[in-house]
């Protein structure tokens, strides 16, 4: 299979669209068919839609994946859970909800007003969370699929929507932050693995050549500030958090505490 | 060579994705051993297929090829670099051809000579017209890819598009096809094909009456965008396994400052390539999560295993078969010596034992819970109240260690006691980097 067919091509690809041709080729479909052998089908689809698009595949050749082995996987706790059809449909048709949910101490939080926006899955976690606008608290959410324990479509009108739209969207700007992280000079031998590290973030590098060093700032979530860190902790002594405070003090912190789990409490 | 012409895209996608706005022309052409022309013409024809590919781009007059590429994460459902695999050069009159042909065959089944009518009647002016050959030729192309199929009955044969999936899906089905597509490519391996079916459905989804003007809400967190472009790669290589073949190639190691030699046709301008040129029995294509990675591991002539970064491959051609028989000893030697690499790793096993904390009363365990998730094939041996044991067998320290490390002050290793002071060095370089806050 070759992923450079000339039926992938670019012109041909904006013509069809002029056109409104759906084209599907055999290796689309032998990815299909491969995929549908993956559990997650069984539950992303009603019976009769997998019969059926089984059946559409039938001729075609699975992708074959003997060679192919996975290494430092997290387990895949699930690809699909049966709450994503309710709640995708919910936030494309732009409802509100009543949550319920378990909290991480064990207790349940009863209706709560929600207004969903995304659904997120984590390749780390392996599972899927709801981002949510928690209407009564006005803070921004992300629940797990699994803690839900129900869900009801709530009564609004479209101004109601948009305004918590707006609201959300205020928030999650307010909420995004950033990181600056130096390569150690020493190990810019190993630059290609620490941009690959932090190649799941959004990111932009500068080089300076005088002194050639690289210098790499993330964007992320506010949430998102122990993964960045994990992940610093990861590189070790490759990198350097440069700011923020905050994450520097927390670094000493770590490498502190950590000294201190080896008995090395002194400088 | 459209090989090579790929080779270079590739490379250069990913340094531009990796290094997101480093370098200026000069030195990335330099870091891509090609010459700044090289590196503007590059540039340009990539623009050009990501123009045609995402429509709604802005005229990116003076913004930097590297800003448009830059991954965003709210919007990162469209993956960017899927338009490499959009990039193979078609002529015009080709192209031309091949799409009227699908627009005539989407409502009919049609014979060769009404497409050549067709095609005849409605090809630009100034393009050639085809004959009967070359409609014959392209008829043979499209049902050899799947895209069309010929209908059962007599002669003259009819030809349609072969695109059930979405004639005979209701609108609630085809979401539910599209929501799967969606997941599947972005969290499972191999993702490219998933993509382009993903693109397809999107926007026949958006030609629908019934369609919805929200984009899909799915985001995929922590994941490795640019693991697409190795994919490149990865049915050539899976296709060798399966067949037993050798495969050769230039290799440049991602260590070296240069990582592309352009194969010069002017001997004017030949000079060394500093890349090996290597040959080998390739026997596990290797999807490393911790870095999204690809490995290639494999049995050298020579008789050891030799392992390659998928990104350092250039000019892979396929080479010779060997017997069944020594294609499974080499691969039963090669898993066995895999079996406790954490990665790729084949060197002395060691059992590490790393006492790990909880964070504490009435904190969620999230340290177990993440051993438990990412702890591989190793196993929590015993447990205190406040602490518990983890042992795991595995092939050489080095590549475990970061993952350890990555929990800061929640563990300490117990043993090898050569892990255990490696980690309190590091701890006490790291520390000093901090202590001047």
Known sequence: ?267 | MARESFDKEIQFLRMLALTSGAYNRQQYAERLGISVHTFDKTIKRLKEVVSAVHQQLPEDKGKEFAQTMRYSYMDSSDPMLLFLFRAKSLKESESQRLSLLLAAMQDKALTAMELLDLCCGSMPADLSLPDEKTIRGDLKYLEQVGVIKKETGARPFRYQIHNEMVRELSHEELLDLYDFVDMMASTQVPSVQGYLLRDGLKKHMARQPEADSAAAPFLYKYNYYSRILDEAHLFTLLGSIRQRRMVSFLYFSPKKDTSYASKNTNPLFERDTEGMQETMLPIKVIYDHQYGRWYLLGHHPGGAIRKYRIEGLTQITLGNEVAAELFEARKLELEQRIQHSWLIDTGKPVKVRVRFFHPGLGIPDFVRERVLLQGQWGEIVEEEENSFVYEIEVNGTIEIKPWIRSFGSSCAVLAPEKLRQEMIAEWKEIRAYYESI
Not at chain 1, 35 to 56: D, I, K
Not at chain 1, 177 to 206: D, H, M, Q, W
């Open chain 1, 1 to 267: 299979m070759n992923p450079f067919e000339k039926i992938f091509n670019y012109q041909i690809l904006s013509r069809l669209e002029d056109s409104g041709t759906f084209m599907i080729t055999t290796h689309e479909r032998g990815w299909l068919k491969t995929m549908l052998e993956h559990p997650a089908a069984s539950e992303a689809f009603l019976p009769e839609t997998l019969g059926r698009l089984q059946l559409m595949v039938e001729q075609d050749q699975t992708i074959d994946r003997d060679g192919l082995l996975h290494k430092a996987a997290s387990k895949e706790s699930h690809v699909y859970h049966p709450y994503i059809r309710p709640l995708r449909k919910a936030i494309s048709g732009k409802q509100l909800l009543q949550l319920s949910f378990s909290m991480k101490d064990g207790r349940i939080s009863l209706k709560q007003d929600c207004f969903p926006y995304k659904l997120e899955y984590s390749m780390v976690k392996r599972e899927w969370y709801l981002l949510w606008y928690h209407i009564r608290n006005r803070m921004l959410m992300s629940t797990k699929l699994q803690k839900i324990t129900e869900m009801e479509p709530q009564a609004h009108t479209a101004e109601d929507y948009e305004s918590l739209a707006s609201k959300a969207a205020t928030l999650l700007k307010k909420r995004s932050s950033s990181a600056t992280i130096r390569v150690v000079p020493a190990y810019n031998g190993e630059l290609s693995r620490i941009l690959y590290a932090f190649s799941c973030f959004e990111k932009e590098v500068s080089f300076d050549e005088e002194s050639g060093e690289y210098t790499i700032r993330l964007f992320f979530s506010g949430g998102d500030i122990e993964y960045v860190l994990s992940k610093t902790r990861f590189l070790g002594k490759r990198v350097r958090v440069m700011e923020s405070g905050h994450m520097r003090r927390r670094m000493l912190e770590s490498a502190t505490k950590a000294l201190g789990r080896y008995g090395q409490e002194s400088i």
